[in-house]
């Protein structure tokens, strides 16, 4: 049996860098990896280790405070970027039955009738609530919070890394998109 010659230093899971060329590319990657309700539940652990590590940035009330309301916005940003995903040409190439059952399974918690029909906003929203350089900083804190947490729930540690860069590049994409983009 002939395999496939090796492509050396290839890595295939990869989320593009350049937002303003590959905007749809990013997204597609984004949400076949994880679907909206697999960020929601892990997303939703991550806060609770967070708020139970014994080693977490998260030791005052005000760190906790800034922390939920920050994870609430976060919520909001991938629903909103799920929405978007929708609208992406290989989503909308879909069969009807697909797109049915993705629009049911893919239900946004967070959003308002009003906000699932003007993302932008959200993401406008998410910008001018929290600095890029905080976003980052409170991602790789809550990445820390997890790595180092020894309570009771399970906690899968195997995607860590692959789950956190894509809540990076899901505020990535939020900070350098252009406002072409949104009028998809």
Same mark, same amino acid.
């Given at each position: 049996m002939q395999s496939s010659p090796r492509k050396r230093f290839h890595k295939p899971c990869h989320l593009p860098n350049k937002v303003s060329k590959h905007f749809?590319?990013?997204?597609?990657?984004?949400?076949?990896?994880?679907?909206?309700?697999? &960020?929601?539940?892990?997303?939703?652990?991550?806060?609770?280790?967070?708020?139970?590590?014994?080693?977490?940035?998260?030791?005052?009330?005000?760190?906790?405070?800034?922390?939920?309301? &920050?994870?609430?916005?976060?919520h909001r940003l991938i629903e909103a970027f799920c929405i978007l995903h929708t609208r992406t040409p290989a989503q909308q190439s879909l069969p009807a039955p697909t797109k049915g059952l993705l629009t049911h399974a893919n239900r946004p918690f967070y959003l308002t009738e009003a906000e699932q029909g003007n993302?932008?906003?959200?993401?406008?929203?998410?910008?001018?609530?929290?600095?890029?350089?905080?976003?980052?900083?409170?991602?790789?804190?809550?990445?820390?919070?997890v790595i180092t947490y020894k309570g009771e729930q399970a906690i899968c540690r195997v995607d860590l890394v692959m789950f956190y860069r894509h809540l990076l590049h899901l505020v990535r994409l939020a900070y350098r998109m252009h406002k072409r983009i949104l009028r998809v």
């Open positions: 749809f590319k990013g997204l597609e990657a984004m949400f076949q990896n994880f679907q909206p309700e697999d &960020f929601r539940k892990e997303l939703n652990l991550w806060l609770h280790a967070a708020l139970a590590s014994e080693q977490s940035a998260y030791g005052e009330g005000g760190e906790r405070e800034d922390l939920m309301d &920050f994870v609430h916005h976060l993302p932008a906003k959200v993401i406008r929203q998410f910008r001018r609530t929290f600095r890029y350089s905080y976003a980052k900083a409170e991602l790789l804190d809550l990445l820390e919070a």
